[in-house]
């Protein structure tokens, strides 16, 4: 494929990896990282926790009986995701494995990031997974797994509308946008639609602004987003660029252009605007307001 980034877009030759528990969610997730592996030429590997997500761990107070249930449901939750998976996408090479671990689920997810390309997770659960909520879960991976972690929210937007809408990325233009450009230029060209870049300079609105100080501060954004994306023409002749400077808060800017989006890349930090996107107040209101999926890639420390 032309324009095919071998550096954070890539990191990893390991499976796409998604988090079930056998919420209408979950499923929607394991079919959006159906047709992610199959984007990337990548094994899918569908995982569910049995453990009983308390401070006791698993089976300390559960007999026989109980935890052959959990695992039997487990089992019934894997096999049902495998389903839907095969259901997504057409292409018979695809390789899908599942596994039930009774390991607690953060955890458990936080390290098998490590050899994963992707993580897939839903914005929230039954929750099963096991018996709590998978919000939180899709929270602790955001924050810390060490691959990119998709977050699925109420649908897996793979109809054909949605797979002609642009790929949407937050710049702050720091060098922790890197890897969140990076990713997206790769996803826009695998799914052959327009790349929107959003640079938000000011928390103030244009309306807060005096006259001179928004044309001041709009010619510099301009070059600095210039700048942060400079090089990926070369890498992508594929993908055709458009670029969104605002002096508005930068969540707000995401979640008006996400409307007409099919897919929002995010960085797990950043400067000014994006400073705490992905790690307080304001990561939460973006992740649990945009409807469409949300790819979260940590800048590596």
Not at 137 to 153: D, G, W, Y
Not at 270 to 295: D, Q
Request: proline share 4%; glycine share 8%.
């Amino acid at each position: 494929m032309s324009g095919k980034n071998q550096s954070t877009a890539e990191h990893s030759l390991g499976p796409v990896l998604v988090a079930v528990d056998g919420s209408a969610n979950s499923y929607q997730a394991a079919a959006w990282a159906a047709a992610e592996a199959t984007l990337h030429h990548l094994p899918l590997h569908i995982l569910t926790s049995g453990a009983i997500q308390s401070g006791f761990g698993p089976g300390m107070s559960l007999g026989e009986a109980d935890l052959e249930w959990l695992r039997v449901d487990a089992e019934r939750v894997v096999g049902e995701a495998e389903r839907v998976a095969r259901a997504a996408v057409p292409d018979e090479d695809l390789t899908i494995t599942t596994e039930v671990s009774f390991e607690l689920a953060a955890p458990l997810l936080i390290q098998r990031s490590i050899s994963a390309r992707m993580l897939v997770v839903g914005s929230r659960g039954l929750g099963a997974f096991q018996r709590g909520l998978l919000g939180s879960v899709s929270r602790a991976a955001a924050q810390h797994a060490h691959c990119p972690v998709a977050v699925i929210h109420g649908i897996a937007a793979l109809d054909p509308v949605s797979a002609g809408q642009p790929v949407l990325v937050g710049v702050d233009c720091s060098s922790n946008s890197v890897p969140a450009i990076e990713l997206a230029f790769d996803e826009a060209s695998r799914r052959k639609v327009e790349l929107v870049a959003v640079h938000a300079f000011s928390d103030a609105s244009e309306l807060d602004l005096p006259a001179f100080g928004w044309e001041m501060g709009r010619q510099s954004a301009e070059a600095d987003l210039a700048e942060a994306l400079a090089g990926y023409a070369e890498q992508y002749p594929d993908v055709a660029v458009r670029r969104i400077v605002v002096a508005n808060r930068p969540v707000r800017t995401l979640l008006d252009e996400s409307a007409s989006a099919q897919l929002l890349v995010v960085g797990s930090h950043g400067r000014g605007g994006f400073s705490s996107m992905l790690l307080g107040s304001t990561s939460n209101a973006l992740l649990h307001s945009v409807e469409i999926p949300t790819i979260v890639v940590r800048t590596e420390r």
